[in-house]
């Protein structure tokens, strides 16, 4: 691996953290600012997926979420991260396995795609 793809890595691994972490405190809007204006739902467009995600946060109350077996690729400007997920709130519990695809967005990076696999 080169510098700047170890550097590119690094940066999504932290903007990960982050979004666990807005996830977890129910943060809306920061979460929501992690995805791509061209990120749609496995079923809905980007607006109906946003107020879904929205309704979801503003719903479910002690949030927990746990990672587990993070596996990494990357392809130029796109990183795919893939890992095990152990969600837990007051309304509703499940683990699967999860793949988020960031994309480098200007100067940041932002997830594009996000898949589930319940488990």
């Known amino acids: 691996k080169n510098s700047s793809s170890t550097a590119h ?3 999504v691994i932290g903007k990960f953290a982050s979004w ?3 996830w977890e405190n129910r ?3 920061s979460y929501i600012s992690f995805y791509s204006d061209k990120f749609k739902g ?3 467009n980007h607006s109906k997926w946003r107020n879904s995600r929205l309704r979801a946060l503003e719903n479910n109350k002690n ?3 746990r990672t587990s077996n993070l596996h990494i690729s990357q392809n130029k400007n796109i990183i795919e991260l893939n890992f095990i997920q152990k969600f837990n709130s007051d309304l509703y519990s499940d683990i699967g396995i ?3 695809v960031w994309v480098k967005t ?3 990076w932002k997830i ?8």
Not at 112 to 119: A, D, H, T, V, Y
């Open 112 to 119: 594009l795609k996000e898949s589930w696999i319940s488990i």
């Open 27 to 29: 943060a809306a809007n």
């Open 106 to 108: 200007g100067s940041t």
């Open 9 to 11: 890595t690094k940066q």
């Open 42 to 44: 496995q079923k809905n």
């Open 98 to 100: 999860k793949e988020l």
């Open 20 to 22: 666990l972490e807005a």
């Open 63 to 65: 949030i927990s979420i």
